[in-house]
């Protein structure tokens, strides 16, 4: 097998502002065909995440310029986007830079809250989602499983996901900045995703009680209030919920702003121009930026942020600075195995070979166990992992050690290895 090259291309909260990062999000319903357009180019391997802090394309080939080129076609075709975005806001890396920086984003030292948890989740997510598309083979499959690793290292080693941060819960201290105390205030939360359950979890926690809910999917809105805290309200009665509240935590999936001028000088007039406080952190935004400009109404977006999750790195660099040592030897020994996958083909093809068996009898297993929880998945596809780990590794220790022909010829023979084998050695592991 011939060693492919492994490249990026993103941006992220650190070199475009939000109105730039807002046009390149790309909804999780619309990877599956960016995938597709990305593979149509010729490029077998690519893995996309966008999040509201980021969007990066991952991607694997024989030629890293030419993939760079083409994955920079696609999004030119599909955002419409300037040369400017390009070369002002977007960054590339390749090998063993790429993956380094795939490491670090998985273990949330490149995020906007240094060591916030939600990043490792993401990436997993948007994997699996690449994996499913069958956009991943093996040195991506490869890059990703090794990513999960290392950030499993790193929160087992350090302590930079100790009393963990997250936007969210920036937001709700932002919020409390703000007032000085939320006691008296009247919340509404818009939306009931992700980042919308953590914020009520850390209201709850701050004591309050006077939280309102909506959502365009009412149950969703009502399985929060019920599990978490809150009150449940249709999204259709927006207008005169912003009417009565102090506070307004808004993270929806909209593509387009929900709340915009004309709605809010009405509700500003209902309100007889009492203060309100929106706090935005949906990408794209929930809220028209232009109302920042009405009297008395205060909008905080996501990269108002920044300044706060400054104020808590300081405890954090430390740990930081720990991880970036494992990061560093992580990154240096990825980058000589995949050199012995180019030196020697057999080892691929064995690694290979054994994750496609891994594969298909996990798969196996979990179908006959029927419905099982995440936390159990995991735990098959660690051990699974493990003992195929232990059974191949005395073969690729003795390849890796000894160059004895004969002993080459043999685990070709016992392995089923040709030559043309390597046309097949890409399909990877198609599992989570």
């Not at 660690?382 to 220790?397: E, Q």
Request: proline letters at 3%.
């Amino acid at each position: 097998m011939k060693r492919q090259a492994i490249g990026i291309l993103g941006l992220n909260h650190n070199t475009a502002p939000l109105e730039i990062r807002e046009k390149l999000y790309i909804k999780e319903e619309s990877i599956p065909d960016l995938l597709q357009k990305i593979r149509d180019k010729g490029i077998a391997e690519s893995v996309i995440i966008s999040t509201c802090n980021r969007t990066e394309i991952y991607f694997s080939g024989e030629d890293r310029e030419e993939m760079m080129k083409k994955v920079h076609l696609v999004l030119s075709e599909v955002f419409t986007a300037t040369e400017e975005w390009f070369t002002r806001y977007m960054y590339s890396f390749s090998d063993e830079d790429a993956f380094r920086h795939l490491f670090l984003v998985a273990s949330g030292l490149d995020s906007m809250v240094i060591g916030e948890p939600e990043i490792l989740g993401q990436v997993k997510d948007a994997y699996r989602l690449a994996a499913s598309a069958k956009s991943t083979g093996f040195f991506l499959n490869k890059t990703f499983h090794k990513t999960f690793n290392v950030a499993k290292r790193i929160r087992t080693e350090t302590r930079i996901g100790y009393n963990p941060l997250s936007i969210s819960s920036m937001a709700v201290e932002l919020a409390k900045r703000i007032f000085g105390t939320l006691e008296e205030k009247k919340i509404l939360v818009i939306g009931a995703g992700e980042m919308c359950e953590i914020a009520l979890k850390y209201f709850k926690k701050e004591g309050l009680s006077n939280i309102l809910i909506t959502n365009r999917t009412y149950q969703k809105a009502h399985r929060l209030a019920d599990e978490i805290i809150g009150e449940a309200r249709p999204f259709e009665k927006l207008f005169e919920l912003l009417a009565e509240v102090d506070v307004v935590l808004a993270s929806t999936g909209s593509e387009k702003p929900l709340i915009g001028l004309e709605m809010l000088h009405k509700v500003m007039k209902k309100r007889r121009n009492r203060p309100v406080f929106f706090i935005d952190i949906a990408v794209p935004r929930d809220v028209d930026p232009a109302v920042n400009d009405m009297d008395n109404v205060y909008l905080y977006d996501i990269d108002d942020l920044k300044e706060l999750s400054q104020k808590h790195l300081s405890n954090r660099v430390k740990e930081s600075e720990k991880a970036q040592v494992i990061i560093d030897d992580e990154a240096a020994k990825f980058s000589d195995w995949l050199g012995k996958v180019e030196v020697n083909p057999l080892i691929g093809h064995i690694m290979s070979r054994a994750e496609e068996i891994r594969t298909r009898e996990m798969k196996r297993a979990l179908g006959k166990l029927g419905s099982t929880d995440e936390e159990t998945v995991n735990n098959i596809d660690a051990m699974t992992r493990t003992i195929m780990n232990k059974l191949v590794h005395p073969y690729l220790a003795l390849l890796k050690e000894n160059g004895d022909p004969a002993l080459f010829d043999t685990l070709k023979k016992l392995f089923q290895f040709e030559e043309n084998d390597e046309e097949d050695m890409d399909s990877g592991d198609e599992g989570l």
